[in-house]
């Protein structure tokens, strides 16, 4: 088989095992102006017809074919079982077909598969609509109003605008700021649902494991999902960090879930529900957080009394976050973040508002004295 540079395929079993084939290759400021008017184009799988909303505030007219994304392959006859059921090839013709399929999905999927940094944090993104808004993972975001950098595979740059996020099961979404393709509309990956997966579905997962790499491009994984469960859906599409926040496409390119996390055994790969995005659209697109991902309750390890007209640090934990950014008995905090802090309770929102390994400058008193600490934002179970 001949292969492109970007594209190395490899087996690691044999297709009657049913194991996996590997593929190699490559916004709330501004929300307030359009939020109104952006509908849910998650919702325009199957051709419907769609408004979609513009930063400029004008309203975008699409038909559902218009808009049905950039990722969907026509899946032949022959392989409309492994689609809908799954399983594995009854024939080396069909395995054959199904990887030149997978092989489809992959290159397009990849146009739309991005890289995404907030400060010296990096993980992965997919746009899902030709106005630029962004797929990804709430702790990828992060929070509302942050500024992005969206790392596309042309090498290129973008900034972008974390919006909402429903931590709870880790769904985050970002806009592109206008003006930066030069006015063509973005690649966008092709709507799907998660409503009707089975396990033994084929599946394709995008990304950048260990962080975006321009010449390397992004790398996919083919596998099967394994369960389907109400907040993710499990795969043997092996994530690695940087992964997280990337798309999960079925057979026929369009776009089934996103990649969250791994879970307790490495062969574990969590991903997030599109169907996620689509319940809580709305929500998403105003800039409202809510939810906190179990395994992700962020912490920084003090204690103080909200009775009191400041927040003063009444113990640190030893070996917290806040133990090694120097924070001791008796501090007052004064800032965290970009957050003036007022009371012991407006220091708990503003930690609840931020996720486990964000670095957050914290401003305090000690002694009638002003100190800046550097304080990485720790998680509870982390002891």
Known sequence: MTLSNRFRWSTGFLWILGACLFVCSGFAAEAASAQSIVLNPMATSGGVSASVGRVDGAAETTSGEDFDGNTKVAVPDELRDLLRLGGVPESLDQLRLLEKQQQAVAHLGEACTVGVKIGAAQGCGVIITRTGLVLTAAHVAMRPGKTAEILLPDGRTVLATTLGMNRGVDAGVLRIRPDQNNGKPWPCASPGTSQHLEPGMWCIATGHPGGYDQPRGAVTRIG???????????????????????????????????????????????????????????????GESWGVLPGFKPIIGVSGNSSLGVAKVISVRAGSPADEAGIRADDVIKQFGDVRITDFSSLTSAVSDTMPGERVVVWLERGGTEFRALLVIGRAGDD
């Open 224 to 286: 099967r999902i394994l369960v389907v469960q109400p907040g993710s859906i499990v795969t043997d599409c092996a994530l690695i960090g940087g992964d997280s926040g990337g798309p999960l496409f079925d057979l026929e390119g369009r776009l089934i879930a996103i990649h969250s996390r791994i879970g307790n055994d490495v062969a574990d790969n969590l991903h997030v529900p599109v169907d996620h995005y689509k319940d809580g659209w709305d929500r998403l697109m105003s």
